[in-house]
């Protein structure tokens, strides 16, 4: 009687043959190694003894630990899972939110997460839950009766928005004012939403002018108690009449109406366009006006508005006061944190000295020159930090520039990454236009010239709209030098 191997070897073929012969090695090594050993038929050798009975799957890959399954710890089983309370939201929805599923061990920590979880949902007001412990029936497999608990949770859904009503919006439609407030039939009825939704059309009506809207968010209908009712009074859309800066002498009004963004009419018929009175960007162009000038070196001016209306209401000046205060000097600047490059070398390439009239727009010059520097000797995360001190003499500061230098860095890899399909001989092509080689210290100046040499090539598209731009992709060697 031919071996077991060797039918499987004759019927199957030679694939079939392999996967049987894996199986057999790993189900009964004894009984392989008899084949080989004994040879197969006659020659006076035994017979190999039979197959051993091949053991089920399951218990196949827990005996080899070919896969560890996970197992759970607890003292009660799961007997079943109930929801109660849930008419809008099916429980097959509700169930499929829940980690506490029958059949499995029981855990307060998991049920309680699931609590979380239907609270998330954000279709019910109040949820709870409460256990039951029952025994569970026996089965095959374990004839004595198990602990098991009965877990229920109790639910109270949330309302559902059955209409929003505009009432009182002449200028804008209620489709405009459905989009920005966020509420819609169907939705939960939630009065943090409503608020939420009465704010939106607040911010709304303000930029497109209406600053004296007022609006009232109220629950329910006489005949609906589920509706939403915004009242709307828009009063008057305003625009800007004229813009005025009183108390610059320093700047001339003109120069400083083009660094705000709100405008006055045009001429003519275009008298109605770009001069919507919007608060909040008025409030911010007050900002602009105060760092103009701590920009100038007027550190402690002050910018504040004031509004004139006409008889109408209709139309309005804004009227944007300047406080300049007096003009300041830098008294001393320090430099501190710096260990590897010396304070001359960092001073040579600064432009703001002791005695100089503070300039904001000098001294952002003045860090980028002293981050390049560190990055032209591979500091490329180095960072400064400038303060500003003043002294109790009037007019005078003292700048402090705090550096962190970082580590330094080499490039370990340089490539260049392109939108679309790669080609090496583009790529190749453009790598010569950079001076960096792998083993250079990584030079943030020379990246930023080679990413635009690489651009300027006209090798590849560089319209945004159709495909990315290329870039420079350096990978720094692996351990900084410091």
């Known amino acids: 009687m031919p ?200 911010d709304y009506y303000h930029e497109e002018g209406f600053n004296q809207a007022s609006i009232v968010a109220s629950v329910g209908l006489p005949d609906d108690a589920n509706a939403v009712v915004f009242r709307i009074n828009e009063g008057p859309k305003e625009r800007i009449a004229d813009i005025k800066i009183e108390g610059c002498s320093i700047v001339s009004e003109s120069r400083l109406k083009k660094v705000i963004q709100s405008r006055g009419p ?22 602009v006006l105060a760092s103009y000038y701590h920009n100038l070196g ?59 009239v503070f300039s904001g727009t000098a001294m952002r010059k003045d860090i980028g020159e002293i981050v390049y520097g560190y990055g032209e000797l591979g500091f490329i995360y180095a960072e400064v930090d400038p303060k500003t001190i003043m002294r109790d003499e009037s007019g005078i500061v003292d700048l402090v520039y705090e550096i962190t230098e970082g580590d330094q860095w080499k490039v370990g890899s340089i490539r260049v990454e392109i939108d679309g399909e790669p080609h090496l001989m583009k790529e190749t092509t453009m790598l010569n236009l950079l001076e960096l080689r792998e083993g250079d210290l990584i030079d943030r100046r020379e990246l930023e010239t080679g990413r635009n040499r690489i651009e300027r090539s006209n090798l590849l598209e560089t319209n945004p709209s159709i495909a990315a731009p290329p870039d420079i992709i350096v990978k720094p060697l692996e351990g900084s030098l410091r």
């Not at 499987?8 to 090695?25: E, M, P, Q, S, T």
């Not at 017979?47 to 896969?67: C, L, S, V, W, Y």
């Not at 006409?310 to 000097?329: A, C, I, M, Q």
Request: proline share 2%; glycine share 12%.
């Open 298 to 356: 007027f550190l402690t001016a002050t910018v504040g508005r004031r509004f004139e209306y006409d008889d109408t209401g209709k139309w309005l000046t804004v009227v944007y006061v300047v406080n300049e205060g007096p003009r300041f000097s830098i008294g001393d600047v320090q430099i501190v944190g710096n260990e590897y490059i010396t304070e001359e070398s960092l001073r040579r390439r600064m432009e703001l000295k002791a005695g100089d």
């Open 3 to 202: 071996s077991r191997l060797s039918c499987c070897n004759f019927a199957k073929g030679r694939l079939i043959a392999g996967f049987v012969c894996c199986v057999a090695i790993a189900c009964s090594p004894k009984t392989l190694h008899a084949q080989f050993g004994g040879g197969g038929m006659g020659g006076g050798q035994a017979q190999a003894p039979a197959a051993e009975t091949k053991p089920k799957f399951r218990d196949h890959i827990h005996n080899r630990d070919g896969m560890a399954l996970r197992r759970e710890d607890g003292d009660a089983i799961v007997a079943d899972v109930r929801v109660i309370g849930n008419q809008v939201i099916s429980t097959t929805t509700i169930l499929a939110e829940l980690q506490t599923r029958k059949g499995r061990f029981y855990s307060e920590e998991t049920v309680l997460s699931d609590v979380g979880r239907l609270n998330d949902m954000g279709s019910f007001d109040n949820v709870t839950f409460e256990i039951e412990e029952r025994l569970t029936q026996s089965n095959g497999s374990n004839p004595a009766p198990q602990k098991g608990v009965l877990v229920t949770f109790y639910l109270r859904e949330r309302a559902l928005v059955s209409q929003v009503i505009y009432h009182g919006n002449y200028r804008m439609n209620d489709r405009e004012l459905s989009g920005r407030s966020g509420i819609n039939d169907g939705d939960p009825l939630s009065q943090f939403s409503i608020e939420t939704g009465k704010r939106r059309l607040m």
């Open 266 to 287: 045009m001429l003519g018929f275009m008298s109605y366009l770009g001069n919507v009175a919007d608060i909040k960007k008025i409030d911010g162009d007050v900002d």
